[in-house]
């Protein structure tokens, strides 16, 4: 494709809007149009990552429209509590809105954020400790109207819904992931780090390996005018100038030994500098029109600048919008160019999505790959627990392939950027462990290399957001309602990034031994993890892992719980099954597959007399009645063609109102652009 320069840009823009469209970050980076040589991700030339600081998915974006947030149809409900209400030893606390009257520019307090808070909250899975772990602010959350660049950001380009944090604690052990596949975890190089410790460190690192494979790489970060000894790797007491200390890989000793003329040295350490007048992007900025931007860049902000609470949300943006300006200034550049905007954790703040997490033994469940590099046995100092995955934290693919106001639902964390890089430029990282390479996408589920679309959008401007002092202000301590009520999310949908899940789970009942089987399968081409729980045990939840083209079972002895089972299995991008049934005598069992655009439900009866069974199908149609006699196999095709492809369909009995089979999720067939009617809200 010819370049596009700026005369072509202003002929695209238009000429009565061009001014309007190159002084609008946003919409500069919507009007250009990308490069298309291959159609594939080959067309990606740079990668830059901007990783931000401490925000929930649920904080910044459960309110937006057609994302998996307040409207959630089908949240994890555990010993008949919804994940929703988070109980402060008195009563229940839902997500609240604050009352301040600019909460986007508010200094909302710091929350606990390490290993053994984060895992209190977590509570072995139950998720039901956010409050007494974090405090009532934990659940404090954001609209449109407090962060709209944020929001714009998502509704002009793709958001990733299922994209969580690498790591339940704090921040280097999640930036070390995003920079070298894991956080030590191996029992080497100084591993594993649980907490910010820096105490300098020596495994291997990502850039080392571009750095070996000839791939340009460089950390774009501000140097202030605090300059240590080793050149700005520590933090500044400015907290508008400096890199906040979150340039983590000034905490391996290869790079704080290295001295100029060394990589690691001159492109860990690419800077701006006050005391030479050179303002926060005037490095990116030079380096873009200069045709000198490197294939993989990651960019580290100012503390005040990189959304850590107490630091306001619009200074962030701000920021952000900056970055899309000096990417944006050559739009040739841009036109090749892939930016991943995401948070290394989500501070203290709620996120209502049970993260996967791998089983620590097998009274907590299996997996078909060794999840032991992700498990943490425990110390003096730190209760035992898996390493991640972590809560879900804000994750924006902002690229001329990823236009539209599309969501991706695939199940990612910090490695899959690393993966990303790996499918572009060959470059390998093996301290990614077994068990995410086969849970988490590697980021290509949130592209469209086949768009040509140049169309523009509108998009706020950042220009009030940009502090009007150099002053941290004190904590604003939002306070929750007497009496809350779950928050209502934006109306509409959005349209869908096609996904590889085909997840199936099966049910058997053994009545003779009183026992009750799961078998969990997750589709030939995606792993995926389920979380089992139980409204009639007190010992769950159970996780459950398997790869691409692999199953598992695992059994439950339905006498533990006075011969009643009920089991709610919670998988990937909504998908839900349901078993409720005495396991006493004999009866029907239901199963449930993906054929073509429709579900498939095959009726079986194990009993002595024919099973009426009732068929109600929650988006729409009159309920349908399937007979089956004993012995005998009915199937019955269910088309989704009404609802874009999701389906949420419940099986009772007539003769056994115990009985219940639930099925819902989403049948994928690699189509983009559906819309998504389940998470439809208002």
């Not at 040739?332 to 290394?344: E, N, P, Q, R």
């Not at 390479?437 to 950042?462: E, I, Y």
């Not at 009866?587 to 009732?614: C, I, M, W, Y």
Request: aromatic residues 12%.
């Amino acid at each position: 494709m010819p370049e596009v320069n700026r005369r072509r840009f202003l002929q695209i823009a238009g000429a009565t809007t061009a001014f309007t469209a190159l002084s609008s970050s946003i919409q500069r980076a919507a009007a250009l149009p990308a490069h298309h040589r291959t159609g594939s991700v080959e067309d990606v030339e740079h990668i830059v990552v901007l990783m931000q600081e401490n925000r929930s998915f649920d904080h910044y974006f459960g309110s937006l429209r057609g994302v998996r947030g307040f409207g959630d149809p089908r949240p994890v409900t555990q010993n008949g509590r919804s994940v929703w209400k988070q109980s402060d030893g008195t009563k229940d606390v839902l997500p609240f809105h604050p009352d301040a009257d600019d909460l986007g520019l508010a200094f909302i307090q710091d929350l606990p954020h390490g290993w053994n808070d984060g895992h209190a909250a977590f509570n072995g899975g139950k998720y039901d400790k956010w409050v007494p772990a974090k405090s009532a602010t934990t659940m404090a959350y954001l609209t449109r109207d407090d962060i709209p660049f944020h929001y714009a950001l998502a509704d002009s380009f793709t958001i990733c819904d299922a994209y969580h944090c690498s790591f339940i604690g704090s921040t280097d052990p999640n930036r070390y992931y995003m920079w070298t596949g894991y956080t030590g975890n191996d029992g080497k190089g100084g591993g594993p780090v649980l907490g910010n410790d820096e105490a300098g460190y020596g495994w291997t690192t990502y850039p080392e390996r571009l750095e070996r494979a000839g791939v340009s790489w460089k950390i774009y970060q501000d140097v202030g005018d605090g300059l240590d000894a080793n050149g700005g790797w520590g933090w500044i007491d400015d907290a508008y100038r400096g890199n906040y200390g979150d340039n983590s890989l000034l905490y391996f000793n290869q790079y704080r030994d290295a001295k100029p003329g060394d990589p690691l040295y001159d492109k860990a350490r690419t800077g701006t500098d006050a005391r030479k007048g050179e303002g926060f992007f005037d490095q990116l900025k030079a380096d873009v029109r200069a045709g000198k931007l490197p294939q993989v860049s990651w960019i580290v902000a100012p503390e005040a600048f990189t959304e850590h609470p107490n630091w306001p949300a619009n200074y962030g943006a701000w920021y952000v919008s900056q970055v899309l300006d000096a990417l944006t200034s050559d739009p040739d550049v841009w036109g090749k160019t892939a930016l991943f905007i995401t948070y290394d954790e989500n501070d203290g703040f709620f996120d209502h999505v049970v993260p996967p997490f791998p089983p620590a033994s097998a009274a907590q469940g299996k997996s078909t790959v060794d999840p032991a590099p992700d498990l943490f046995k425990g110390d003096a100092g730190h209760p035992a627990g898996p390493y991640g995955l972590g809560q879900r934290v804000p994750m924006l693919v902002v690229s001329p392939w990823s236009k539209g106001g599309y969501v991706c639902s695939e199940t990612l964390d910090h490695t899959s950027i690393i993966r990303f890089i790996e499918r572009r430029f060959g470059v390998q990282e093996p301290n990614i462990s077994p068990w995410r390479r086969a849970v988490c996408g590697d980021l290509t589920s949130a592209f469209d290399f086949s768009r040509k679309d140049t169309a523009r959008v509108v998009l706020p401007s950042t220009a009030g957001y940009l502090p009007k002092d150099h002053d941290r202000h004190p904590d604003y301590v939002p306070k929750p309602p007497a009496n809350g009520t779950l928050p209502r999310q934006e109306r509409g949908s959005r349209p869908t990034r096609p996904l590889r899940y085909a997840p199936v789970v099966d049910g058997s009942a053994d009545t003779a031994a009183g026992k009750f089987t799961l078998t969990f399968a997750s589709g030939a081409h995606a792993g995926a993890v389920f979380l089992v729980t139980s409204n009639s045990r007190t010992d769950g939840p159970w996780t459950y892992t398997t790869e691409a083209g692999k199953t598992l079972s695992d059994t439950w002895n339905s006498a533990y719980s006075g011969g009643d089972y009920d089991l709610s299995v919670h998988g990937p991008n909504g998908f839900l099954r349901v078993f409720k049934g005495r396991n006493k005598v004999a009866g029907p069992e239901v199963t449930a597959r993906h054929k073509g655009d429709d579900v498939e439900l095959t009726f079986t009866n194990q009993g002595s007399g024919t099973a009426k069974l009732k068929l109600a199908n929650g988006y729409g149609g009159k309920p349908v009645t399937v007979s089956v006699r004993p012995g005998a196999t009915v199937r019955h095709t269910v088309a989704l063609a009404g609802s874009k492809r999701w389906y949420d369909l419940t099986v009772t009995s007539e003769a056994d109102p115990a009985f219940v089979r639930r099925f819902t999720g989403h049948v994928e067939n690699g189509r983009p652009g559906v819309s998504d009617p389940a998470i439809v809200t208002g």
